[in-house]
């Protein structure tokens, strides 16, 4: 007789030095970007209007992130020489799609996916197979944006999507960084810490 797995109990990622937990749930969100504005503002008193602009801007992608599904924020304040390398992880936990023309299976999904800057592949990774999907910027555009255009900087960003064990839920892990200039570099960052990811308990557990 076929058992059903039973579903893991949490997950483990290993992430480098120096990326900064923003938390997300609504009891603990204001006290962690607090947190994080002090330590990126640590020494430096004379710019309130730029710790506050920070704090606010913080403050409205955790509520985004956790409202769309979001567990789990990290942004990376790892620093080479007097700069720091700005990348972001977000973990957002989804149901799988159960009506209409919902894909069947990982591979469905990532058969659909290509083209358009976008690159979409099924990956091994410790915790099982990942739909793995990768999208680089367009060109940038040839004026600067005028003062009443709303301009964000061109960014390299890489998902994993994988199947929870014994759920109907997948697990989603995307990453950004706007150093496109470096990005192979970065993507090799990305795929070394999705390829920690492991299950903890249940019977999908990996050690």
């Not at 409205?60 to 390398?85: F, H, N, P």
């Not at 919902?102 to 990942?130: C, F, H, I, K, Q």
Request: proline share 8%; glycine share 8%.
């Amino acid at each position: 007789m076929t058992t059903t797995p039973t579903p893991p109990s949490d997950y483990r990622l290993m992430l480098p030095d120096g990326w900064f937990r923003v938390a997300l749930e609504p009891e603990r969100r204001e006290r962690s970007v607090d947190a994080l504005v002090k330590r990126q503002f640590n020494g430096t008193d004379d710019v309130p209007h730029l710790r506050q602009l920070l704090r606010e801007e913080m403050l409205e992608r955790a509520t985004d992130a956790y409202d769309a599904g979001g567990v789990e924020l990290y942004l990376s304040l790892q620093r080479a020489g007097a700069l720091t390398i700005p990348a972001s992880l977000l973990i957002t936990l989804l149901p799988w799609p159960k009506s209409g023309r919902a894909p069947s299976s990982l591979g469905e999904l990532a058969a659909g996916l290509g083209g358009d800057g976008r690159t979409a592949s099924l990956v091994e990774l410790a915790a099982g197979r990942a739909l793995r999907l990768r999208r680089d910027p367009e060109a940038a555009p040839a004026a600067p944006p005028t003062a009443e255009e709303n301009y964000a900087l061109p960014s390299v960003t890489v998902d994993y999507q994988l199947i929870v064990p014994g759920s109907d839920m997948h697990l989603l892990l995307t990453f950004s960084t706007p150093l496109v200039q470096i990005a192979e570099a970065m993507v090799e960052l990305f795929d070394a810490v999705a390829g920690s990811l492991t299950w903890l308990d249940g019977d999908a557990t990996h050690e």
